[in-house]
């Protein structure tokens, strides 16, 4: 069960960080995130300030859910864009190697076609960095290098302390 | 599946309420909701009929707090109860580190509750998981009713692994943290037994 969970370090985050960066400047976008699929928010980029991130992400990621049981009804594998106009704002939602969601918020400062364009770059990128994350937590985790990790020392007292 | 970001120092883990229409699933969800301080929650998200019944789930961030640095977040779902809602169920149960079944006390309801508890076990091997070996907690909800089935009752039914079960009247708040208390203790340790 626990060996498809998804473990961030440092360095994967900042190249991950840095694309969704450099998405949401050339695509002119208004807000760039990642989600895992099942709905946990990765890093985002942009104006997030007045959005419920954590919402978006569990939302979209319902969506995704939603949208697969749906092409899978219909014999396709999955439906792999997602696309929904708004009066003002327009959002974007694309899967990275079946494993994470990305998601572009934007206006009429940019176009579809441009944000496509972008998206289909940058998914190539982070989808060989989401590999290499892969790769490296099975290794880790085969040599018992992650043992050092907090959950060592977890106690009842840690879990009782976060219900005061 | 849960999501350890080393460098944010976050630790997310996923929580699903499971259990029969109207047994109380998002009833849980509300109050927890209510008695958790602002800064520690999310918004409540209900996709609900116009007559309040799940259509496709509720969620529910929660951040609790701390453990050695790294901050410990649930997120809490429920599913739709409804017998006709099983696509919907299946895909929330999707990277799922927890569950809790909510049962419904009431003796006209046990067969559902039997129902229900098959279609979870049926759902989760389907993605590879075990019924057996998934952290899991038992509520028995609806304590407060008077047409109730004595707990031992109940526990033959539906807990065969005798695991230790709540008993709970979640509209007024009796049992609620202690459940989700139980099932966060058993995530975090299964956790500690892979990292």
Do not use: W
């Not at chain 1, 050339?26 to 997030?48: H, M, P, R, Y």
């Amino acid at each position: 069960m626990t060996g498809s969970d998804l473990v961030m370090y440092e360095e994967e985050f900042r190249r991950i960080d840095e694309e969704l960066q450099k998405l949401h400047q050339q695509s002119n976008a208004k807000v760039v995130f990642l989600v895992d699929k099942n709905g946990q928010l990765i890093a985002s980029a942009g104006e997030t300030h007045d959005i419920d991130t954590t919402s978006l992400a569990s939302l979209t990621a319902g969506n995704i859910a939603a949208t697969g049981g749906i092409a899978r009804l219909l014999g396709e594998k999955e439906f792999t864009i997602l696309f929904h106009e708004g009066e003002k704002d327009n959002i974007h939602i694309s899967l990275i190697g079946q494993r994470v969601i990305l998601v572009v918020i934007f206006d009429n400062r940019t176009s579809l076609g441009l944000v496509r364009l972008r998206v289909k770059k940058a998914s190539e990128t982070m989808g060989r960095i989401f590999e290499e994350i892969t790769l490296k937590a099975e290794k880790e985790k085969g040599e018992g290098k992650l043992e050092e990790s907090i959950f060592a020392e977890i106690s009842d007292e840690d879990i009782d302390n976060l219900f005061r | 599946m849960s999501f350890i970001n080393y460098s944010s120092r976050e630790i997310n883990c996923k929580i699903v309420y499971y259990g029969p229409g109207l047994c109380g699933k998002t009833t849980n969800l509300q109050y927890i909701y209510r008695r958790t301080n602002p800064d520690q929650k999310g918004k409540l998200i209900s996709l609900a009929t116009e007559t309040e019944r799940t259509l496709f789930f509720d969620f529910l961030p929660l951040a609790l707090g701390d453990i050695r640095g790294f901050r410990i977040r649930f997120h809490l779902y429920t599913v739709p109860g409804q017998v006709f809602y099983a696509a919907s169920r299946k895909l929330i149960l999707k990277g799922v580190d927890g569950i809790v079944f909510v049962a419904d006390s009431q003796l006209e309801r046990m067969e559902s509750n039997m129902e229900s508890l098959d279609d979870l076990g049926i759902n989760l091997s389907e993605q590879n998981y075990d019924l057996d070996k998934i952290p899991f907690t038992i509520q028995y909800n609806k304590r407060d009713l008077p047409n109730v089935v004595p707990i031992e009752e109940m526990d033959r039914l539906l807990n065969p692994r005798k695991l230790v079960f709540y008993e709970a009247v979640a509209v007024t708040g009796k049992g609620v943290f202690e459940t989700l208390k139980a099932v966060a203790k058993q995530v975090l340790f299964e956790l500690k037994k892979h990292y």
